[in-house]
């Protein structure tokens, strides 16, 4: 389904937006957004999508940053172990009253 790109094309800046499809590029569409968009992408997209879809997308993609997977796995209604990311957390705890 042909629909007007109604996303910032700044969002997809290594392809062109033109030449994507919102149901068959449904996933990288959502990735994108769930990553680097505004809330008035988000909500553009769960209004073309729906949250269903949306959650679906977000198991599968890999996001940057694990605030972000902290950040949707709430208010998309998702466990955290659910979700993946690129980095993995740092198992160090900071201690400021480190001895020596």
């Keep these: 389904m042909k629909k007007k790109f109604l996303l910032r094309q ?3 800046w290594d392809v062109n937006p033109e030449n994507l499809d919102f149901e068959k590029n449904a996933q990288f569409i959502i990735g994108r957004v769930l990553d680097f968009g505004t809330l008035d992408e988000w909500k553009k997209i769960r209004g073309i999508y729906g949250l269903e879809k949306i959650r679906e ?8 940053d694990f605030r972000s997977i902290a950040f949707w796995a709430i208010i998309l209604h998702l466990p ?4 993946k990311c690129t980095r993995n957390p740092s198992l160090k705890v900071p201690n400021a009253f480190l001895m020596r």
């Design 57 to 64: 997308a977000a198991r599968r993609h890999i996001f940057s």
């Design 10 to 12: 700044t969002l997809f």
């Design 80 to 83: 955290v172990q659910k979700l």
